[in-house]
């Protein structure tokens, strides 16, 4: 959540005229909806990343003040905890060579941002979770210093009412508690902006969550929490347990947590902005001097700020978007499943392989919304955060067959989802030699079976198996990381292990 909020208590009375203000909010959207005022088609694309810092020695590195001074760039903003940065890059076309385009403005921006942390001994890091991070890293003391971090953790601190429990079972099993939302700093990821119509948002956001799995299945980049290795990404559990204002008597009663996959499938935008209001309480209810209704009334464009601040607290994987540019309102459809790096060329691989998927998905004559259950979808997006490129899904037969099938990642992606991806940019008018290449590397990925997370796990065992200690394998397989990923070369060309030592004299 990016809006500017101002720290201060509430009372009772605060609460009420935010819950009236979200209800005018609300009809002021389905007001815009119905008069048909949002934006035409732009087929405009957003990306934003999160990063770390971390030190010579790979160690997390609590300065993200001082480099972002230096940086002295609106493109770089603050996140959650003085280790993480976000760089935002600004709306593109989707069309021609518009990947290659978001390639360069990246490295232009992550070498000068790196450089910069250098001058106070730090670097970036692109990972889904940082593998050298301790538990007293991830403290209250070591939030960003901006009110709305420091007033959405009392909130939602005091919403819950006791410690927060993170309790992860993977490949090792990990148990602790935190005082506060920090350990949710632990998730760094990329995020991914469609404005779309109202007319053609469902259908996106319908295919977008059963994309995600998918996604997940070849992008994993987390395995690794505490000194423990856990999921193959491991960002999902702990982002839910992390914000759970649920104490275990709510949980047990199926109140829905804040970090959310969702339930069912959609028929318009405006059913999760409802759902948002009728399931989630205020954590921040802090009102606009806007009158929603008041300014639809005299012709204009409403903020909807209640709205769109309730929404930046309600964490869905694809989240609705409410925005105007240009005095002209507009929706997207945020995708939020996805870790950071491990490269620019990984990273742009991951977004092309999403816009075009989500684009074949959207428009296929038998949607896939249509012949898998929800809880289907929601069970794959577990099994790829649990195991990665190896995962197994159920997914629908494809020609004349009605039903589904369990079918490995791997297959699915290579054989059905990498064509429709490649449909789809071309729909989208990417130029070809941009299709080839980025999509070439998530192919790559499946034929070698490799992605961050797996490249991490394998480097991270040879450490051990040379002798070295947890933590010194953790260190070292986080510094031999960040050394790969400023090469540039995309993670399944990685060599695994750490390299040799080179003998004296």
Same mark, same amino acid.
């Given at each position: 959540m990016g809006e500017k909020v101002v720290a201060g208590p509430f009372d009772l009375s605060d609460r009420q005229r935010y819950r009236e203000k979200l209800r005018m909010c609300l009809t002021g959207l389905e007001r815009l909806l119905v008069e048909k005022r949002f934006d035409r088609p732009k087929n405009l694309m957003g990306v934003e990343i999160e990063l770390n810092l971390a030190g010579s020695d790979g160690m997390p590195r609590m300065l993200n003040g001082q480099v972002l001074e230096r940086i002295a760039s609106r493109d770089f903003q603050t996140e959650l905890a003085m280790f993480n940065l976000e760089v935002n890059i600004a709306p593109h076309r989707l069309g021609g060579r518009v990947f290659d385009r978001l390639a360069e403005e990246l490295r232009t921006s992550l070498a000068y941002a790196d450089r910069k942390a250098q001058e106070v001994d730090a670097g970036i890091v692109m990972i889904g979770i940082l593998p050298t991070l301790e538990r007293d890293d991830l403290v209250s003391a070591n939030l960003s210093e901006v009110d709305r971090y420091t007033l959405l953790n009392d909130q939602i601190v005091a919403a819950r009412g006791e410690d927060f429990v993170v309790d992860i079972e993977g490949v090792e099993h990990l148990t602790c508690t935190s005082k506060s939302i920090v350990p949710e700093a632990a998730c760094t990821s990329l995020q991914l902006h469609l404005q779309?119509?109202?007319?053609?948002?469902?259908?996106?956001?319908?295919?977008? $969550?059963? #994309?995600?799995?998918?996604?997940?299945?070849?992008?994993? &980049?987390?395995?690794?929490?505490?000194?423990?290795?856990?999921?193959?990404?491991?960002?999902?559990?702990?982002?839910?347990?992390?914000?759970?204002?649920?104490?275990?008597?709510?949980?047990? $009663?199926?109140?829905?947590?804040?970090?959310?996959?969702?339930?069912?499938?959609?028929?318009?935008?405006?059913?999760?902005?409802?759902?948002?209001?009728?399931?989630?309480?205020?954590?921040? /209810?802090?009102?606009?001097?806007?009158?929603?209704?008041?300014?639809?009334?005299?012709?204009?464009?409403?903020? @909807?700020?209640?709205?769109?601040?309730?929404?930046?607290?309600?964490?869905?994987?694809?989240?609705?978007?409410?925005?105007?540019?240009?005095?002209?309102?507009?929706?997207?459809?945020?995708?939020?499943?996805?870790? #950071?790096? /491990?490269?620019?060329?990984?990273v742009i691989a991951n977004a092309a392989f999403y816009y075009g998927l989500v684009r074949a998905l959207a428009e296929e004559s038998r949607p896939v919304w249509t012949r898998l259950p929800f809880e289907t979808a929601a069970a794959n997006f577990d099994a790829a955060c649990r195991y990665g490129i190896d995962a197994r899904f159920v997914w629908p037969r494809r020609g004349r067959y009605s039903g589904t099938a369990e079918v490995d990642a791997v297959s699915l992606v290579r054989d059905e989802l990498l064509p429709l991806a490649a449909a789809g940019l071309d729909a989208w008018g990417v130029?070809? #030699?941009?299709?080839? @290449?980025?999509?070439?590397?998530?192919?790559?990925?499946?034929?070698?079976?490799? &992605?961050?997370?797996?490249? $991490?796990?394998?480097?991270?065992?040879?450490? @051990?198996?040379?002798?070295?200690?947890?933590?010194?394998?953790?260190?070292?397989?986080?510094?031999?990381?960040?050394?790969?990923?400023?090469?540039?070369?995309?993670?399944h060309t990685w060599p695994v292990g750490l390299p040799e030592p080179v003998p004296l004299g």
């Open positions: 779309v119509t109202p007319g053609r948002f469902a259908d996106v956001w319908n295919a977008a $969550q059963a #994309a995600c799995a998918a996604q997940i299945a070849v992008g994993a &980049n987390s395995p690794f929490l505490f000194g423990h290795e856990l999921w193959r990404e491991s960002r999902p559990p702990l982002f839910l347990q992390s914000t759970d204002t649920r104490p275990p008597e709510l949980q047990a $009663q199926g109140v829905r947590p804040r970090t959310w996959f969702g339930e069912r499938w959609i028929s318009s935008a405006y059913e999760l902005f409802e759902e948002n209001l009728r399931f989630f309480p205020a954590l921040l /209810p802090i009102c606009d001097e806007e009158n929603p209704l008041a300014v639809l009334d005299a012709g204009g464009v409403p903020k @909807l700020a209640e709205l769109v601040l309730h929404n930046g607290t309600v964490y869905r994987w694809n989240r609705p978007v409410y925005g105007i540019a240009d005095g002209v309102p507009h929706l997207r459809v945020e995708n939020r499943v996805l870790p #950071a790096g /491990p490269t620019i060329a990984d130029e070809s #030699a941009d299709r080839d @290449l980025y999509l070439g590397i998530i192919e790559e990925r499946c034929r070698r079976r490799t &992605n961050g997370a797996s490249w $991490q796990a394998a480097t991270f065992h040879r450490a @051990l198996e040379q002798g070295m200690s947890r933590p010194a394998a953790l260190a070292a397989t986080t510094r031999r990381y960040r050394e790969l990923m400023t090469l540039g070369e995309p993670v």
